[in-house]
C-alpha cells in the first residue's frame, strides 16, 4: 500500500506525510530529514524497509509539501507537530526513529519526551548537540560562515541553537536500544576534525544502555544515499531484533478516576514554583495537561483565567481538569481548542520530565 495526503493538525497548517508499506508485527519505522531538507531524502531507502513494516515520511513544516507554521521551528515544536500527525492517521505507538542529521536532534528529543512511545532510535550522521562549542571552532573560517549562512530555509541559526539545548536539557539515560552510524568520510575534515567527528557521535551512546556504533567508512554525510545499502541492512537487521518487544500501545495502566490521586502525591515545588502543601495544584495546569494527555490521549484545552489560560483536557468530549482545586471560585469552562505547544510555554521540561518521572514512579510501586 502506498498512501499520500495531506494532514491538517489540530494547529491548522498543512503537512505532507507519506505512508508505505503495511502494517506488521514489527513497529512503524518514521524518518525526520536532516536541516532544510524533506522526505525526498530518503528515496535510497526506504522502499526496503516497506517491504518489511510501514514506513511514515513527512515534510516539516515550510519543506517539501508542507505548509509553513507560525510556532517557532526548533525541534520541541517540529517533535508536537509530527505526534500531531501520528495521532491524525491513528499510527500508534511503539515506533522506531529515524533521524538523519538535524532530523537526529528532532529523534533524539521525541525519544527523550516520549520514550514509553519509542522501540528504537537510527542515527545517520546525527547533529551533536554540543557541535556549536566543541565541532564548529575546529573547522575553517570559511567553514564557519558557510555554515552559519545556511539557516535561511526552515528558522535561523538561534532556533538551531535553541533546539540543541532543548535537546541537552531533554537528555537522559533510557533503556531505548540505539544505533549510531556516523560517516567517516566527511567533505572539508581534518583528519583530526574526522576523528572528532567520530568520537562525538559515538558519545550519543552514553545516553542508552542499549546501544550500537558504526562508521560508513567509504561515506559523507548523506549516508543514505553513498551507501544505501549499508543502511538498509543495519535498519532492517534492527527492527528484526526487535521481534520481542510489546508491540501494542505501551501506555501505564492509568486511568481518569485513580490519575487524580498519583497526580496530588506527583506535584512539587519541583513541577510548579506556585505549589505549596495548602495549594498543591497551584500553577501545575499546563505541565499537568501534558503528563495527562501522555496516559489518557485526547485533546489539550483551555479557558482564560483572570491571571491567564488555564489548561486541562478532553478525553472523548468528557473535560478532565485535575487541577480545578487551585481556584477559590469555579471555573467557567469555554473548552478553546490548544496543544502540546502551548501547553509548554506554561511550563518547562525539567518541571515535565520531573511530573511524569512522579507519576510513574508512584504507578510502578504500587
Known sequence: MNEEEFIRPVNGFYLDCKIYGESSEFPTVIMDA???????????????????TQVILYDRAGLGKSERSSNPRTSLFMVEELREVLKSKKV????????????????????????????????????????????????????????????????????????????????????????????????????????????????VLKFTTNGQFIIAENSAH?????????????????????????????????NEKNLIDVLFESWSITTSSKWSPENPAKGQCGVTSLVVQ????????????????????????????????QFDKGVNYSDTPSNRSEAFQNTNLDQYH????????????R
Not at 47 to 52: A, G, H, V
Not at 297 to 325: A, C, Q
Open 92 to 203: 500508534l505507538p511503539p515506533y522506531i526513529l529515524v533521524g538523519y542529521s538535524y532530523g537526529g536532534v528532532n529523534m533524539r528529543l521525541f525519544n527523550n519526551l516520549y520514550p514509553q512511545e519509542v522501540a528504537g532510535l537510527v542515527l545517520i550522521d546525527s547533529t551533536p548537540e554540543e557541535y556549536p562549542e566543541r565541532f564548529l571552532p575546529t573547522m575553517t573560517e570559511e567553514f564557519k560562515e558557510a555554515y552559519k549562512n545556511q539557516f535561511t530555509r526552515e528558522g535561523n541559526f538561534h532556533e538551531f541553537m535553541d533546539s540543541l539545548q532543548q535537546l541537552q536539557k531533554s537528555n537522559r539515560v533510557s533503556n531505548t536500544p540505539t544505533i549510531v552510524l556516523s560517516a567517516g568520510k566527511k567533505d572539508h575534515y581534518s583528519k583530526e576534525s574526522q576523528a572528532l567527528w567520530n568520537r562525538m557521535q559515538e558519545e
Open 222 to 254: 548523506y549516508i543514505q544515499n553513498d551507501e544505501p545499502q549499508l543502511v538498509i541492512n543495519i535498519i532492517v537487521r534492527f527492527i528484526e531484533s526487535l521481534t520481542n518487544i510489546n508491540h501494542s500501545n505501551n501506555r501505564i495502566m492509568i
Open 294 to 325: 501522555d496516559f489518557l490521549g485526547g485533546e489539550i484545552v483551555k479557558t482564560l483565567m483572570p491571571n491567564g489560560w488555564h489548561f486541562y483536557n478532553k478525553v472523548n468530549g468528557i473535560r478532565y481538569d485535575y487541577t480545578s482545586s
Open 354 to 365: 520531573t511530573l511524569k518521572k512522579n507519576v510513574l514512579s508512584y504507578e510502578i510501586k
Open 34 to 52: 536532516g536541516y532544510g531538507d524533506y522526505s525526498k531524502a530518503w528515496e535510497s531507502i526506504y522502499p526496503e524497509i516497506s517491504k518489511l
